[in-house]
């Protein structure tokens, strides 16, 4: 059994999980090649979004731990945004990689509960990214290429806050965190949920609060 997720260098990710390394996606430029050593973002155009995922069956550790590689990825991911000098992007940056690991757990036994608190969590950040929404910049798609050349487009058009509303902003996305690490906290007491486990993506959930309050 095994649960494919289109995040970037997922492997990678899993194996620096372990080692305690850092992933540097290479710029990869709109008709040139890959340049640097450092994820760097371009606007990208209106491309498709991620192909589809194998279904998996059922519960299990290993499955666990590929959902919290790909949220700890889904971080990873959207501060390279912030390091860019983009950091209005981020909420909704969160909001749209969140769904993206959603989208990936789709036929996934055993984790209803920790689907249905990825989807509110990705609702709850885009509206806060469109309630403080900045009136002079344009939503913009996002594309990276890492060292492996596997490519990360972002599916939809990420909202960037108005500079002047980001820590009001902020304030609110760390509430909708919060909200979605108590639920899953919650569940994780349900005798009927593997604890540990759902414990585990509790933390994940929890560490884009680091992330917020960096903005």
Known sequence: MSLSLSLPALTAAAALALSGGVAAPRLHLAGGDAV????????????????A????????AAATAQIVAALQQATRYCGWLKRDGKGEYVIDCLAERIDDVSRGMAGQR??????????????GLNDVARANRAAAQRPTRFRTKDKGGAVTTTNRRLVPVEPARQQAA???ALAVIGEAETRL??????PSTRGAQFQRIAAAMGSNKVLLRSL
């Open 170 to 172: 902020v304030a609110q």
């Open 110 to 123: 055993g984790y209803a509960q920790v689907r249905a608190v990825l989807d509110e969590t990705a609702r």
């Open 53 to 60: 995922r194998k279904r998996a069956t059922e519960t299990s």
């Open 185 to 190: 906290l919650r569940s994780a007491e349900d």
């Open 36 to 51: 640097g050593s450092s994820p760097t973002f371009v606007p990208y155009g209106y491309g498709t979004g991620a192909g």
